[in-house]
Structures are given as C-alpha cells and as structure tokens.
C-alpha cells in the first residue's frame, strides 16, 4: 500500500511539473492587437528623429544592387560571431536606434524588439541586434512596402519555448509627411505579457 502511495505522489509530481513548463493556450490577438494599441505604436514610429534616419540613409543608399545588399547583410551575420563588429556597431549607435532602445526600455517588456528598415529592407535603426542585416526578403517588408503606404501585417504568434512568451511583430510602412513610403518598421510584441496587462484592467 505504501509503494502504491509513493508511486502515486510520484505520477502526481511529474503532472505538476509538466504543466508548470507546458505550452500555455496561444492569446487572442484579435481582442489584445487594439487600434489603439496600434495607433500608440505608430505614434512612436513615426517621430522625426525615424524619418530623418530613414530619408538620410534611402539618399546615402540609392539604386543598392543586391550584390551590395547581400554583402552587408552577410558582414552583418559574420560580425554576429566576430569579435570586431564596425557594422553592428555603428547601427546601435545610432541616435535612432538610441531612440528605439529607450522605447523598448519604457514598455517594461511589452516590446522586445523594435527596428527600423530604409527602402531597400536594410535596417537603419534598431533597439537590439537582429539576425540579418536585411529584410526585403521577409513579410515584415514585403508585406507592408512593397503592397502600400498604409499597409500594416500583423505575423502569426510564436511560443518562445527560451523564455516562456507568446511573441508576435507588427510590421507597417513608413510614409513622409507627403505620405511618400520611404521603408518599414518592425515591432515585436510580448503577447504573454500584453494579456497580462488586459486582464489586470479588466
């Protein structure tokens, strides 16, 4: 009767844990992605400080071949693991990606990332290091700047299984005051926290 007891409280234990560390239901992101939630982001998008970067570099990077974009986006890769990083650095010290970094800070973990891309998907400001240098060749730009000025992609949610969140990005096209596009911005969102938020006000 005792092994019985024991191997129960065991089977009981393992189920706890288990759940403890489980894949939690994905958040509804048509109740928690608002319009004011959206409106809130690009409001912070569209600063001077991001459109002056972004028209700043479209000038110093017209007609970019794309044998020059991939070469800087694989200088960017390389430096990911290099010990010397003159690309990568320069990016983050940027005012704009200063900017960025300190939007990131004050949404306490609401935004786990922001970047900003020119016209060519380059990034030109960003609040931490991405994977690539480049991304035209993503739906974060393909699905915004290349289909229209006012165009917004929401990606589909991902469980973080690293750090236990529900992540998704919001991704839009930036516009000059003449509502000319001139890039794409990125927002990552913390779902997981996003709906913490939503039913502490509820």
Do not use: C
Not at 90 to 95: M, R
Not at 107 to 122: H, K
Not at 150 to 163: N, Q, Y
């Amino acid at each position: 009767m005792k092994f019985i007891t024991s191997a129960l409280a065991s089977t009981f234990l393992a189920m706890s844990l288990a759940t403890a560390h489980a894949e939690p239901p994905q958040p509804d992101m048509d109740k928690l992605i608002s319009p004011e939630l959206l409106q809130q982001i690009q409001e912070f998008i569209s600063a001077e400080i991001v459109t002056i970067s972004v028209q700043a570099q479209n000038a110093r990077l017209t007609n970019l071949s794309q044998e020059k974009i991939d070469t800087l986006d694989n200088q960017w890769k390389a430096e990911r693991e290099a010990a010397d990083k003159p690309l990568i650095a320069a990016t983050l010290s940027s005012p704009l990606s200063v900017y960025l970094a300190r939007i990131q800070g004050k949404s306490l973990g609401l935004f786990p990332e922001i970047f900003v891309m020119d016209q060519n998907g380059l990034n030109v400001g960003q609040s931490s290091i991405t994977s690539d240098f480049w991304q035209g060749d993503e739906g974060k730009f393909q699905k915004t700047y290349d289909v229209s000025e006012d165009a917004i992609f929401i990606d589909e949610a991902e469980w973080d299984d690293e750090v236990k969140i529900w992540r998704n990005q919001v991704s839009f096209t930036l516009v000059d005051s003449a509502k000319k596009k001139i890039g794409a911005a990125t927002v990552e969102l913390n779902l997981t926290e996003l709906e913490r938020r939503a039913l502490a006000g509820s």
